[in-house]
């Protein structure tokens, strides 16, 4: 049997019609802060919160390269090709080399909202990852009121694979303002390469962006 001795992804980027993804830049750094103390990043991920510029500063610096050069996934930012302002964030975590399976999350700003962004960048992770990179499987796991995130996993062309009852701790605000943990269940999703088939030709119909690009 063959052995795949890389155990680090790339350092990559990704460009659609409308998007560039690659890695997070100094540059980025206020408009990270900004979008991670958004009240939809606040409620269903694990961030600090309040999100400071110190927060932003580590994970831009140490955390997110981090993930790529000690082996367990990438850390893209989204940007629009255009402006080139931050959108959003793609994150593969959890990489297991010797199955090639990882897991996937994703977040965008509030300011970029709408325009299925999410959709077109996981996507064209996606699509990098089993072209590619040859994986077998992605994962993500979505909180069970996140109705914004579990949209995504169905344009993309996942398939729900069941629930992890009370494995989430999510957040909501409080009447004065601040915030309290709650727990929710987890619905699990994957995706895997034949289940693109078909995908990107039925989402450029409904007006989404093409994926062609990576270097």
């Known amino acids: 049997m063959e052995l795949r001795m890389t155990t680090t992804f790339p350092d990559v ?14 540059a980025d750094i206020p408009a990270h802060t900004e979008m991670m103390n958004d009240e939809m990043v606040t409620t269903w991920t694990s961030v600090p919160h309040p999100y400071t510029t110190a927060d932003a500063e580590e994970w831009v610096r140490r955390i997110a390269p981090a993930e790529r ?3 367990r996934g990438i850390v893209l930012a989204v940007t629009e090709f255009l402006t080139q302002r931050l959108v959003g964030t793609v994150h593969l975590q959890h990489t297991n080399w010797r199955t090639l399976a990882t897991e996937v999350s994703y977040a ?10 999410a959709t077109e960048s996981v996507l064209a992770v996606a699509q990098w990852l089993f072209r590619t990179q040859r994986f077998e499987r992605i994962e993500l796991r979505t909180a069970a009121d996140n109705t914004a995130s579990q949209q995504v996993a169905q344009k993309i062309g996942c398939i729900s694979e069941g629930v992890l009852r009370n494995a989430w701790i999510a957040r909501t605000q409080t009447e004065d303002g601040g915030w309290a943990d709650i727990r929710t269940d987890l619905i699990v999703w994957s995706l895997l390469p034949e289940d693109l088939e078909g995908v990107a030709d039925q989402l450029a119909d409904a007006g ?5 690009d990576w270097n």
Not at 108 to 117: D, F, L
Not at 208 to 212: L, T
């Open 13 to 26: 980027s990704i460009s659609t019609e409308r998007l560039v993804l690659r890695p997070f830049e100094e």
């Open 69 to 71: 050069t000690e082996g």
């Open 108 to 117: 965008t700003a509030p300011w970029a909202r709408g325009e299925g962004y």
């Open 208 to 212: 989404y962006a093409s994926f062609p």
